[in-house]
């Protein structure tokens, strides 16, 4: 789990941030989690690396900053992908989520991207070490 969340978003900043020093700046960012926000049960290593993801990202951005790389993250929560297709199949799963969020729907991918799209671009050129909950309001419980 820590490998995948959070050694993967380590390495691949230390990839990118070379690049973009290069190009003169630029913008990464990073997915986290709706769970890098807030806690739950049973779920301590998700949770654990998902916040971490969460804290590399802060400490990242105020590192960065200076060479005019801006670091982010998106923290999606359910969102309708093929990784959540099982569930989605359930139609009394999908309720009972829906039950949860209180924009009453589990998120698209396209939600996701058009998120990215703007925190990668210059629109968002001021924005620096924000981690952005894009979870239909279920983070406020």
Excluded: H
Aim: aromatic share 4%; hydrophobic share 50%; glycine share 12%.
């Amino acid at each position: 789990m820590i490998g995948i969340n959070l050694s993967a978003v380590f390495y691949a900043m230390k990839a990118e941030a070379p690049a973009l020093r290069r190009a003169g700046g630029g913008a990464i960012v990073n997915t986290a989690s709706v769970l890098a926000l807030k806690s739950g049960r049973g779920m301590a290593a998700y949770i654990a690396s998902k916040q971490g993801v969460a804290g590399l990202t802060k400490a990242a951005a105020i590192d960065l900053i200076g060479e005019n790389i801006r670091v982010n993250a998106i923290c999606p929560g359910f969102v309708a992908t093929g990784m959540t297709a099982g569930t989605i199949a359930d139609a009394a799963k999908v309720e009972a989520l829906n039950a949860r969020i209180p924009a009453g729907r589990i998120a698209e991918p396209e939600e996701m991207a058009r998120a990215v799209a703007f925190l990668a671009s210059e629109d968002s050129g001021f924005i620096v070490g924000e981690l952005l909950g894009i979870d239909g309001g279920i983070r406020l419980f």
